[in-house]
């Protein structure tokens, strides 16, 4: 069965054709990350993205490449914001927008404890920020609240605590939503919050990787969203398909200063071109297909449900989290059943959906976590070795 994105007549040799195919067949059936994706014909073809694309250089000429600048303008239109900087990695657009706000320790950020930020940018705030975490579980189980945000500030005034400078949201975060609602309570106290006359009001940061998958499952403007907070760090090989890069946004200020920090954390690139024309092409045609997403991974919930497992947070975008501690099925199991479907999976439970799985795919998905439950219901013994997981 086909893909969410429709293909079109190839204007690719036979060869190129094929091995476009192999790439996006390999993808469709990898749950690891939304990562995965590969450029589509369709990417390729849109306005000939890639072979049309500008090659500039991104620091030696002035002008910028025009390729990247209509990738950030088209971030700016959508956001709102005033300046958008193209980066070569989510982690990067992070870390550049965290040290952007940061001026001089001592300094901390208020984050959701499995926030990308503090877990999986191997350790990069305290290396590059000198900032400490304030790491906040939130009472709810899925998403930060105000309550959560006001409980865990830190205020100047006390020499023994490092005052809180950012607060870093994460939207989503294992596929949940952070509410629009709750995102502009929490903007709302941590802008007003008292800070000394010499120091910046705190900042509101989001790890925007997979807002467009945010938005979309909360039927919100972007728009509106991006008004809560003042930069963005938006990752383009997540969910879109992009082949690789991000788009931090924020005001024209902010980003002028981002570029120094883009530049010293080896983010200064020849000919970025032909990714930023990819990261457009895709923009503009995998947005409209993540609802399709979001119901195809609702669907498969409600499969696995019935057969027995349990969840560990609400399935509401394109991730499935299995409580596999709660249902007594190891890690490696899993990975070792989907396997034999030629299926890719990381132990920790986390099956993530993109625009490349087709139902086909995720009908095999239910049928080789329907022989797990069985044969974990049958008394066989399940593989419980350790295996390395990941998270992006």
Known sequence: MPSLLEHNESIFAPKIAAKLKAASDKASRD????????PTEGMMEVKLAILNATFNDDIYDPEGDPSVKALEAKIMELTGKEAALWTMSGTQG?????????????????????????????GALPVFSQASVTTVHPKNGVFL??????????ADGNIHFPPTRVVALENTLSGTILPLQEARRISDFVRSFPVPEDCKPVAMHLDAARVFDGVAGEGVQLREYAACFDSLSICLAKGLGAPMGSVIAGTKPFIERAKWYRK????????????????LAALENAVQKLPGVHAM???????????????????????????????????????EYC?????????????VFHHQVTEEVSQALISALGRLMKDKNDGVKLSDEELQSGCS
């Open 94 to 122: 992070n870390q550049i927008c965290l040290r952007t706000h940061l001026t001089q320790p001592p300094h901390s950020v208020l984050l959701d404890h499995r926030a990308h930020i503090q877990c999986w940018e191997s």
């Open 31 to 38: 749950f690891r990350s939304d990562v995965v994706t590969v």
């Open 264 to 279: 010293m954390f080896g983010g200064g690139t020849r000919q970025p071109g032909m990714m930023a024309a990819a990261a």
């Open 145 to 154: 609240t105000l309550e959560d945000v006001k409980a865990n500030m830190t």
């Open 339 to 351: 396997s034999r479907s030629n299926l890719a999976t990381f132990p920790s439970g986390r099956l």
């Open 297 to 335: 991974t609702k669907r498969v919930a409600f499969e696995l449900e019935k057969l027995g497992y349990l969840f560990a947070l609400p399935v509401q975008t394109n991730m499935i989290v299995l409580d596999l501690e709660a249902v007594g099925i190891p890690g490696s199991a899993l990975v």
